[in-house]
Every structure is written in C-alpha cells, then in structure tokens.
C-alpha cells in the first residue's frame, strides 16, 4: 500500500533516497499526451489548446503513473539584458504553408519603409508529430513566400512565476514539475543555429568565449528562479545527446564547469538537479557523480543508441546519483508485448532499485503509437514489486517464470 504521494516518492529518489515503493515515470512527455487529446498535434504545439503540460497532466492522471514535467511548457523569465525594441523594425511569425497535414511558421522582421526580411528556417507542425525546426530549404521554401497568414486563435496563457505556482497547484501531489537551466553545448552541424563541433576546432577562443558567457548567463537565471515567490520541485539540466555532438574531451571543456556551479547551487539551496542527456551517457555519468554534485540522471539509454548498462552504472554511482531509466523505448515499450514490459521492468527494478535511489522509466520518449497498456504495466509492476524493502527472492522467482515464455 502507497504511503506517499506520487511528488514525495519522486523527490526521495531524485534525492537519492528509499521512498516507499520505486517510482515509475515513464518519459511520455510529448506524443503520448498529444494523442490522448485526440486532436491534431498542432493545436497542442501551436495554438496552446489545451497546452502541453496540462495535456501531460491529463496522462497522467490516465495512466496513473507518478509525475515528471521535466520542463514547464511555457515557463520563462524576461531576458534583463535585453535591447528595448527598435519601434522602426516589426518581427512577426505567419503561417506560410497550410494543408490537411502540417502548418508551416515562418519570421520575417520589416524596417519601416523596406520589404520583408525572412528568416532561413521555419517551424513545421504536423498533424499527429511535435514540431520540427529545419533550413526552409530543406522543404522547398528557399524563396520568399508570395503569401501568407496571421497566426490566429492561440489561447493565453499565464507566464513566469504565475504560470509555475498555477501549475504546480493544479498537479497538487500527483508528481514533481521541474526547471530547465541548460549548460554551453555544442550541437547538430546541420542546425540553423548555435555551435557545433566543427565551429570549436575552427573558432576554438570564440566557441569558449561564447561558453563562459551561456554560463554566467546561465547561473544568473538559475539564481532568479531559486529567488521567485515559488520554487520548482527540482532542477533540470543538460540537454539532448550530449555525447552525440560533444566528446568527452569537448564536454569537459564546454559544458562541466557550467554542470558544476549549476549543481551546487541547487545542492546549497536544498533542491534536487537532475540530467538528462538522451544517446552516449556513460562518460557523463562518472564526470557527474565524481566531479559534480548532481542528484539525480536520466535516461540511461541502452545500446544502440546509448551505452548504458543499469546494473554496472547502479553498482558504480548508485551512492552519489539517484538513477532514472531505462526501458527501450521502440523493442520494448512500442513493439513488445504486455510480458515484455512487465519482464524489463522486473530486471531494471532488480539492476538499480536496491536501497532506493530510482525511478523506473524509459531510455528517453515514448513513441506516439505506444500502446497504452504497456504503460499501465509498468504501473502495475512496481505496486506488485516495487514496494520497499525490496523482495528479490520474488523479482528472481517472477523473472524465471517470464523468461521461461518469452
């Protein structure tokens, strides 16, 4: 029987922790929600109706799983460096393309008394995908577009600090809301934006410039989210596949004094940090649990895409960092059968769970088309297993029975 709520065993194991039972907090932060609406994703995405984590609330409370917004849809605090704008120049973002599958955004800024200047990459938005940013090119709109239309009928929304204490007390204590305060990283060479790998061996003393500066600029608004009239239950930091586009080497020198002064912030005002970096995470974990003082890491992708062996990283880190993961989020949770979740699950349970400290979840996003009953399985599984302390003898005994029909 749960003698804590789902926030309270989220926070103990992102804490590093023995809640209760083990958590199970499947990431289904996007697709999954969406199409639980039944509405074109785009509606979501775009026009806010109903926003993201109000649809991720709804899943949740469908699922009955524990809680992780990971970042609040929406949430931001004003840039304080900010130019005040230039009254002589308008920036607008219109709708440059629309069909039966996908609305495509495009910005243009237009000085007083010139033509329109339009911007190399656009915001796609299909009907049943999250949006995708890209080169306009890459879809065919190398040229200015000869027509367009205003974006119209996007639902208002709270912002700042307004936003967060409202969506805090509509979860109430069903799970945990997080921050995102990112660290420097390089990224895709084929993004329209930011710095790649390519640009730190070219333009090394501007790429390092550029990174003390992202940290300061990131420590700041770190310090002006601790200091709000109400606080998010925990950190998140990192970012998508930084060991995709950033070596070890490269990491260590872009991104980990920014993962430092991060963590200790957070561990010096009593809130927990948390990682997620989907992809290659091995060389992360041992940099974080030996040089930093983050609490909590996720996804713990297994190969091919990551390099993540639960048990090994457990045995490793488990008495510095809380550990999140990592169900194969295509064979196991999208392609396989209700037993295959429910095997996984007992052997993730069994790799990491001991002593607290983890959370059962997937190695990263749920597909769009994954069964609902695989999710409500791993729900199932840590209520049967999960409670503490641990029964292995009766994980061991299930896992043979599975294996012996799989």
């Known amino acids: 029987m749960d003698t804590m709520t789902s926030r309270q065993r989220m926070l103990a194991a992102m804490r590093n922790e023995q809640p209760d039972r083990v958590p199970a907090a499947p990431d289904m932060s996007n697709m999954i929600p969406c199409r639980l609406t039944?509405?074109?994703f785009w509606d979501i995405y775009l026009y806010q109706d109903?926003?993201?984590?109000?649809?991720?609330?709804?899943?949740?409370?469908?699922?009955?799983?524990?809680?992780?917004?990971?970042?609040?849809?929406?949430?931001?605090?004003?840039?304080?460096?900010?130019?005040?704008?230039?009254?002589?120049?308008?920036?607008?973002?219109?709708?440059?393309?629309?069909?039966?599958?996908?609305?495509?955004?495009?910005?243009?800024?237009?000085?007083?008394?010139?033509?329109?200047?339009w911007s190399d990459s656009v915001t796609v938005y299909p009907r049943y995908d999250p949006p995708t940013y890209l080169l306009a090119e890459k879809i065919?709109?190398?040229?200015?577009?000869?027509?367009?239309?205003?974006?119209?009928?996007?639902?208002?929304?709270?912002?700042?600090?307004?936003?967060?204490?409202?969506?805090?007390?509509?979860?109430?204590?069903?799970?945990?809301?997080?921050?995102f305060v990112g660290p420097p990283q390089l990224g895709n060479p084929e993004q329209p934006y930011g710095y790649s790998f390519y640009h730190y061996r070219e333009n090394y003393e501007e790429v390092k410039a550029w990174s003390i500066k992202q940290q300061q600029q990131a420590v700041a608004y770190l310090k002006r989210v601790l200091a709000g009239p109400v606080r998010p239950d925990f950190i998140l930091t990192?970012?998508?596949?930084?060991?995709?586009?950033?070596?070890?080497?490269?990491?260590?020198?872009?991104?980990?004094?920014?993962?430092?002064?991060?963590?200790?912030?957070?561990?010096?005002?009593?809130?927990?940090?948390?990682?997620?970096?989907?992809?290659?995470?091995?060389?992360?974990?041992?940099?974080?649990?030996?040089?930093?003082?983050?609490?909590?890491?996720?996804?713990?992708?297994?190969?091919?895409?990551?390099?993540?062996?639960?048990?090994?990283?457990?045995?490793?880190?488990?008495?510095?960092?809380?550990?999140?993961?990592?169900?194969?989020?295509?064979?196991?949770?999208?392609?396989?059968t209700v037993r295959d979740v429910r095997l996984e699950s007992l052997k993730a349970i069994r790799a990491a769970g001991e002593r607290g400290g983890f959370i059962l979840s997937t190695g990263d996003q749920c597909g769009r088309d994954t069964p609902d009953e695989n999710i409500f399985e791993m729900v199932n599984v840590v209520k049967e297993f999960g409670a503490y302390p641990l029964d292995m003898d009766a994980i061991d005994m299930e896992i043979r029975k599975l294996e012996r029909y799989c």
């Open 140 to 179: 065919g709109l190398q040229h200015p577009p000869d027509r367009w239309w205003p974006i119209e009928g996007v639902k208002p929304q709270r912002q700042g600090f307004e936003l967060l204490k409202y969506a805090l007390d509509r979860f109430e204590e069903r799970g945990v809301i997080g921050v």
């Open 238 to 336: 990192g970012g998508s596949g930084m060991l995709v586009f950033n070596t070890p080497e490269v990491l260590r020198d872009i991104s980990l004094p920014a993962l430092r002064e991060i963590t200790r912030i957070c561990k010096e005002a009593g809130i927990p940090s948390q990682i997620h970096c989907c992809g290659p995470e091995r060389e992360l974990v041992e940099m974080c649990a030996l040089e930093t003082d983050l609490s909590s890491i996720n996804p713990l992708e297994i190969r091919p895409m990551g390099n993540c062996d639960l048990a090994e990283i457990k045995q490793s880190f488990g008495r510095k960092l809380g550990l999140m993961g990592n169900l194969h989020t295509t064979d196991v949770m999208l392609r396989g």
């Open 38 to 40: 039944g509405k074109p």
């Open 50 to 117: 109903p926003p993201l984590w109000r649809a991720y609330i709804d899943a949740v409370n469908y699922f009955g799983t524990d809680g992780w917004i990971y970042n609040l849809d929406g949430f931001s605090l004003p840039d304080l460096e900010t130019a005040p704008p230039d009254p002589d120049v308008q920036h607008e973002s219109v709708i440059v393309e629309r069909t039966e599958e996908r609305i495509v955004i495009r910005a243009y800024s237009r000085r007083k008394g010139q033509g329109e200047q």
